[in-house]
């Protein structure tokens, strides 16, 4: 299964909490993407709201995928692809790593299990960790909504190797310590969560995620990319 947002009001909300957080032990964020139609702007994860910005991967920029990490003090650290994003009408996988350090070229991003890496930019004195929520399928201009469909999307408070991303693009991953969020977006396994919440976080955080606006349910990527 997967989550389809209608790129002008849909999007899920994962509440802050510490764990969520960039710190210096790094950070990796993977999803599943079918983009319904080309935009200028795209927000695919972001924790980055106006005065508590933390970090933010979509497409942007001409557009090409772009990751920031927010500082306090100093420049943004960020990271552009060198590739035109993706295309519309096709499943991707899309990520990336970030390795806890003060400057831009620490981020790598990722599409289908290819390094994508293009300029890089910033340095910070400090990683700022802004509380602000997650927002799956918005810009952190907040006017910019994501047109397509979104599964299996999980967070980790490390980096991962490039040997990892490959050998796990095609299935789901299964939560393990450094696992602080995992919504694989599955409809019936998630009406199962406690509380009956919209989007299931299987990790032991208990991260769950809430639809706003409704974004419904949809088929997901092929099946053997959701076998184990």
């Given at each position: 299964?997967a ?5 002008t ?9 510490a ?18 139609a ?16 933390d ?9 090409k ?24 009408g ?6 990336f ?5 003060l ?7 990722y599409?289908?299990g ?16 802004g ?17 397509g ?11 991962m ?7 796990t693009m ?35 955080y208990?991260?769950?995620g809430t ?10 990527p092929?099946?053997k990319?959701?076998?184990?």
């Open positions: 299964m989550v389809d947002f209608n790129g009001s849909d999007k899920i909300t994962v509440v802050d909490a764990e969520l957080r960039s710190t210096s032990s790094g950070l990796s964020v993977f999803f599943w993407v079918y983009k319904d080309n935009e200028s702007f795209s927000g695919y994860v972001q924790k980055w709201r106006p005065g508590n910005a970090w933010f991967i979509g497409e942007h920029v001409t557009p995928f772009y990751v920031s990490i927010a500082a306090n003090g100093g420049v943004n650290a960020n990271r552009v692809s060198n590739a035109t994003g993706i295309s519309a096709a499943w991707h996988y899309v990520g790593t970030y390795d806890g350090g400057i831009g070229s620490g981020i790598h991003v599409v289908d290819v390094n994508v890496d293009g300029t890089s930019g910033g340095s910070m004195t400090a990683i700022k960790a509380v602000s929520d997650i927002d799956i399928g918005q810009d952190p201009d907040d006017n910019n909504y994501y047109d469909k979104m599964s299996n999307i999980f967070i980790l408070n490390r980096e190797t490039v040997a990892e991303i490959r050998s095609y299935r789901r991953w299964i939560p393990e310590s450094s696992t602080v969020l995992c919504l694989n977006l599955d409809e019936g396994a998630d009406n199962l969560a406690p509380g009956g919440v919209d989007c299931a976080d299987i990790s032991s208990g991260n769950h639809f706003v606006s409704g974004p419904t349910w949809t088929d997901g092929p099946i990319i959701l076998h184990e």
